[in-house]
């Protein structure tokens, strides 16, 4: 089945007691059940809901897994994998990641003894300096958030498997439609369905898909035992929002494309991060493991500064100036004091990530207007 077939169809049947083509939004907490201790079917909406169910069906069959488990949000999916670890084991993850997922190794999982090496992916000599016997998981962004680096999946989930390692792959910057780790050997891939797979900025969702059956017992379990399960309502909206997933993204990927060379080309940017120009480091990787390259740019400017990057961010009309990604509608968001607040100033200029990095989620408007948008908002500085 072709991926824009499986995003309308997989998962998704007719309601069987009413004929409904659309999922029904199963509001309830519990369910009736015919004796006492009888767990064939449903039996509470924390550990299951018929939405919900045909959600991580979806989720599954759009990634080419085999089980798919939802969560509250990206971080609550992120942090039930890293309650597969135990004290002492060691996590080595991209240098250049999500602010969230930063913090939550650092400041949450790091006082229980579970410490996270953060390197250059796209260095093999620096991934396999890291690693030890007590090595449990690869965490990997690709591409990354928010420089747009482009990791090879091969190489390193393939080293991953070399040494017996899980590997986590955040695919949120790409969504299925552009790329599925688990073809690659990937153990886990991970997303904040709250971005692409939502797609209209209405929802907070997150998902893992795997291809192991015993792995996903033991998040199910991870899932029902810590609660941070998505109420029937996201399930639903996110179900809704995967059946134009493929056109969503495609019309994306054309405008960024154009957003893309137009801000190369301006004379008050310094670098565009576009894995799409022939230029950038990771262009051949994502050429063979993406099928387009994304609807995300970053940039910085001439003269470096927050205060400069100040004037561009309250100067747009279009793009609105937000947090989250990959929705209908492009944002304009500032990583240095946003998304990647948490992180120590030092620590993200050494991935290049300045005072005035400007981070675009390039929605599905009509890329003419997107791009006056940008031009008056830079004639500011």
Request: charged content about 20%; some cysteine.
């Amino acid at each position: 089945m072709k991926f824009g077939t499986k995003a309308i169809h997989a998962g998704v049947e007719p309601d069987p007691s009413t004929g409904a083509v659309m999922t029904p939004i199963y509001q309830t907490s519990t369910y009736a059940q015919e004796a006492p201790g009888d767990h064939k079917g449903y039996e509470y909406a924390r550990t299951q809901n018929p939405t919900r169910t045909a959600l991580e069906q979806s989720l599954a069959a759009l990634e080419n897994g085999k089980a798919g488990i939802a969560f509250s949000s990206g971080l609550a999916a992120m942090d039930a994998v890293l309650k597969l670890l135990n004290p002492g084991d060691e996590i080595i993850s991209t240098n250049d990641l999500y602010g969230g997922s930063y913090r939550l190794m650092t400041k949450i999982y790091q006082k229980y003894g579970i410490v996270t090496h953060f390197v250059s992916m796209g260095n093999e000599e620096a991934i396999r300096e890291k690693i030890s016997d007590k090595t449990r998981l690869f965490w990997i962004e690709t591409p990354t958030n928010p420089m747009l680096n482009v990791i090879d999946l091969e190489k390193v989930i393939g080293l991953a498997n070399e040494h017996n390692i899980m590997s986590c792959v955040d695919n949120t910057f790409a969504s299925p439609y552009l790329q599925n780790p688990l073809d690659f050997g990937a153990t886990l891939v991970l997303h904040s369905a709250t971005k692409y797979l939502g797609g209209h900025s209405d929802l907070v969702l997150g998902a893992i898909i795997v291809n192991d059956t015993e792995l996903a017992e033991q998040l199910h379990f991870i899932q029902n035992a810590a609660g941070a399960v998505p109420g029937p309502m996201d399930c639903f909206l996110c179900l809704r929002g995967i059946k134009t997933l493929h056109v969503r993204v495609e019309r994306a990927c054309k405008n960024a494309r154009k957003v893309a060379k137009f801000l190369n080309q301006h004379p008050k940017v310094k670098n565009v991060y576009y894995p799409g120009f022939k230029t950038h480091p990771g262009h051949e990787t994502a050429k063979q493991q993406m099928r387009n390259f994304g609807a995300m740019v970053s940039f910085d400017l001439i003269e470096d500064s927050f205060d400069n990057a100040k004037k561009v961010l309250s100067a747009t009309h279009l793009f609105t100036l937000a947090e989250s990604l990959g929705g209908v509608e492009s944002l304009i968001g500032h990583p240095a004091t946003m998304t990647h607040a948490s992180i120590p100033r030092e620590e993200r200029l050494k991935v290049g990530l300045t005072d005035s990095l400007i981070r675009l989620s390039i929605g599905i408007e009509d890329v003419d207007d997107l791009i006056e948008d940008l031009d008056k908002a830079l004639t500011n500085i």
